[in-house]
């Protein structure tokens, strides 16, 4: 996880290894960027987000 855009974003980089259901390791790279005019938030980190997260096709990108 690092900072990036001058400390308004933040990008994280996850490996997931798992040789029962992966041929080899899935490497994911998500950015999140501050929107200039726009709060910051907290948001809970539920099973409920982490499904509208995935169905909304986030996460998708490489």
């Known amino acids: 996880m690092r ?3 001058d400390g308004l974003g933040v990008e ?3 490996t997931v290894t ?3 259901y992966l ?4 490497t994911f790279i998500h950015r ?3 929107t200039i005019d726009r ?3 907290r948001a809970p980190c ?4 982490a ?3 995935i169905e909304a096709g986030y996460g998708d990108e490489e």
Not at 23 to 26: A, F, H, T, V
Not at 46 to 49: A, D, P, Y
């Open 51 to 53: 499904k509208l997260f």
């Open 32 to 34: 999140w960027i501050k």
């Open 39 to 41: 709060e910051v938030i």
């Open 12 to 14: 994280i980089e996850i």
């Open 3 to 5: 900072l990036v855009d």
């Open 46 to 49: 539920t099973l409920e987000s």
């Open 23 to 26: 041929s080899e390791p899935k």
């Open 18 to 20: 798992d040789p029962t």
